[in-house]
């Protein structure tokens, strides 16, 4: 590649620190003497300060013009050059251009910056709607400054890997490729291309997009790959892919689709996630069903042990959710198969109806094979739906926040117990008049059984607080109520089967 000084690279070498700096509107010198005249500036020394800094102001400007005068000259001669190949041309004018946007850049802010204060000096400092709407405007300015900054940054990333390429394939004419050598050139070209093909271009086909808000992000890099030794910065964004983005808002993201799709990825933070849950929910389970209470309690205590009121140790919250989900499908699928599929032998269509009715639906569909069938799926999909149902519950405690239990404790006691006693009272009413005489002391064991808020309500409600059917606190309410419903449970039975089971009878059904 042909040096570029050939094209007055050299030449313009001096005055690049200045130009930088420069804008090419001579008359901001003016708006920025009219401005503080305007406004009265008292000391001598302060307007002293505003001529000269003004007069420095116009001798970049003129500086900057005579640099893209320049810029121009060499363009035109880097395009009559003969000696260059079309791609040098390409790359030497792609580098030219990128400095003279630059200096477009640093325009447009000098600019911005003259206006801004402009508006400053003529709002009103009691004005907090247009303090706040000037504030909105210079945010917004910095986000698209900080978008045309990576784009820039990203072209020269691009136009140092051109330049190394170049600088090897002058290396390779100069010494005899060996076969194998020449195989893998051609293997990097085609690879070169494939990558090219399947990027998708998803930021700048977005960025214009309407209704499209431009916003500053935090990127947290990985701390395992900070730690290596003899790693660079550029290996660290090449690494997995896998740095965390927070945005103002404390959102927090991962990546979902990397920019190259030959290198496969592994989100490590899901699997350190679903292997911590499944350790944990096992003790916690098998603990909950010592004690009497229902097993899936003791997962629910497991996401609150990993979960934000807790180590805060789960990072890929959304992830496991929405794992979790596939516990409540394959459960309403095992309960369709338990569903007589008379009334639904006509339904073969699944469309305009929410998965979970899909699923209870197909399940029921399936059950019309016969008992064998039924038997020999259910007994195939079990193990998968504890897992996944284990998955389920874990991910309702990450939303289970003891601190909310205790702030709220007296009304949250006060609406368990009407509750518990609600459903209590209208079981044994509906079992009076169904059972015999001789039975009626079975409706206290059963109702003390019904009287709990049944664990489905954790389903019901995620999904309407999904859909936007209930709000915050009403969810935070429901959860609270029907784990503490579940906690007074095995009291109350026990309690109905000391006072109700005859002595004989209790043992078995303690």
């Known amino acids: 590649m042909k040096v570029l000084g050939r094209s007055f690279f050299w030449v313009l070498f001096p005055v690049l620190p200045w130009a930088v700096q420069a804008v090419e509107h001579e008359e901001v010198a003016q708006r920025v003497i009219k401005l503080h005249r305007g406004r009265g500036v008292a000391a001598m020394q302060s307007r002293q300060w505003v001529r000269d800094s003004c007069r420095k102001l116009s001798g970049l400007l003129r500086q900057k013009n005579a640099v893209l005068n320049k810029l121009k000259t060499a363009i035109g001669a880097v395009e009559k050059d003969v000696g260059l ?155 997995l892919g896998l740095s ?58 497991c996401g609150v042990l990993l979960g934000p009121s807790g180590l805060n140790s789960i990072k890929s919250i959304v992830q496991v959710e929405t794992l979790g989900e596939f516990g409540v499908f394959f459960t309403l699928f095992l309960v369709g198969l338990e569903f007589s ?21 197909a399940g029921a569909l399936v059950s019309s094979q016969g008992p064998v069938v039924t038997e020999e799926i259910a007994t195939s999909i079990e193990p998968i739906r504890d897992f996944l149902a284990i998955v389920f519950f874990a991910s309702i405690g990450l939303h289970v926040f003891p601190t909310f239990v205790a702030y709220e404790l007296t009304v949250l006691v006060f609406l368990t117990l009407s509750v518990v006693v609600m459903k209590f009272l209208l079981a044994a009413l509906v079992l009076s008049l169904i059972l015999p005489r001789s039975s009626q002391y079975i409706k206290w064991i059963v109702s003390a059984g019904l009287a709990q808020v049944s ?10 607080r999904r859909a936007g059917v209930i709000s915050r606190e009403v969810y935070l309410l429901i959860l609270s109520v029907t784990t503490l419903s579940l906690l007074l449970a095995p009291v109350l039975w026990r309690a109905a089967i000391t006072r109700c089971v005859p002595r004989p009878e209790r043992r078995s059904s303690l």
């Not at 947290?220 to 550029?234: F, H, L």
């Not at 664990?455 to 309407?464: D, I, K, M, P, T």
Request: charged share 30%; net charge negative; proline share 2%.
């Open 85 to 239: 190949s079309d791609e040098e041309k390409l790359f030497q004018v792609h580098t030219f251009e990128i400095f003279q946007k630059e200096l477009n850049e640093s325009e447009n802010s000098v600019f911005q910056a003259v206006y801004g204060l402009q508006r400053a000096l003529q709002g009103d400092y009691k004005d907090v709607v247009n303090m706040k709407e000037s504030s909105r405007q210079r945010l917004e300015a910095l986000r698209e400054a900080a978008i045309k900054e990576e784009t820039e940054y990203m072209e020269l990333l691009a136009a140092e890997k051109h330049q190394v390429e170049a600088l090897k394939n002058m290396q390779h004419q100069n010494q005899s490729l060996s076969m194998l050598d020449e195989i893998l050139e051609d293997v990097r070209k085609a690879a070169d291309r494939l990558e090219e093909e399947i990027e998708e271009h998803a930021f700048d086909d977005n960025k214009s997009v309407k209704g499209v808000n431009f916003e500053a992000v935090l990127r947290v890099e990985e701390e395992e790959a900070n730690s290596k030794q003899n790693i660079t910065k550029r290996e660290v964004e090449d690494d």
């Open 244 to 301: 965390m983005l927070i945005d103002s808002q404390n959102n927090q993201y991962i990546l979902t689709k990397p920019r190259d799709s030959t290198i496969p990825r592994a989100d490590h933070h899901f699997i350190k996630d679903i292997v911590t849950i499944g350790m944990l929910s096992l003790p916690c389970g098998w603990l909950c069903t010592a004690i009497g209470l229902p097993t899936m309690f003791g997962y629910i205590i």
């Open 341 to 361: 599929p008379e009334k639904l032998r006509k339904v073969t269509e699944l469309l305009d109806v929410s998965m979970e009715l899909g699923c209870f639906l």
């Open 455 to 464: 664990e489905f309500s954790f389903v019901l409600g995620s999904r309407a």
